[in-house]
């Protein structure tokens, strides 16, 4: 038990290292939240992939709707099912939608320079193409 108490410990450590050297690091950008909206399902991380891709779509829809001028919409729960939805979302709400699990597929592939044209899933994997339209 112990053990575990320690492996914690230095995981949080090292998380707490990373925050201060992100605290250091100079910043271009400033990302202001307009808001954070959960979908209260009441699922455990792990079952929030069982959700229904038109639920997570109607709810993104409304949270776009309601932050409208925002210049883009985060979701951050890798799990919710979204691959099928970002283009439907980013063609009502009219602007990207971003979710962790796009960028889970995106960030590899940018990482390794590979272009690929991947049309009709949001804005973030068309940008793979490397054209500027």
Known sequence: MRRESNEVEASWE???TAIENLAQT??????DVLGIEGLNTGLKSIEKATLAPLQVYQHVK?????????DAVLITSAAWPTLTVIQALEDDIGKPVI?????QIWAPLHELG???RINDYGT??????????
Do not use: H, M, P, W
Request: glycine letters at 8%.
């Open 26 to 31: 100079r910043v271009d950008y400033i990302i």
């Open 62 to 70: 409304n949270v776009g709707r309601k932050y409208s001028n925002c």
């Open 114 to 116: 590979i272009r690929a």
């Open 99 to 103: 979710s962790s699990a796009v960028g």
């Open 124 to 133: 973030l994997l068309r940008t793979l193409s490397g054209e500027t339209s």
């Open 14 to 16: 090292k998380f707490n």
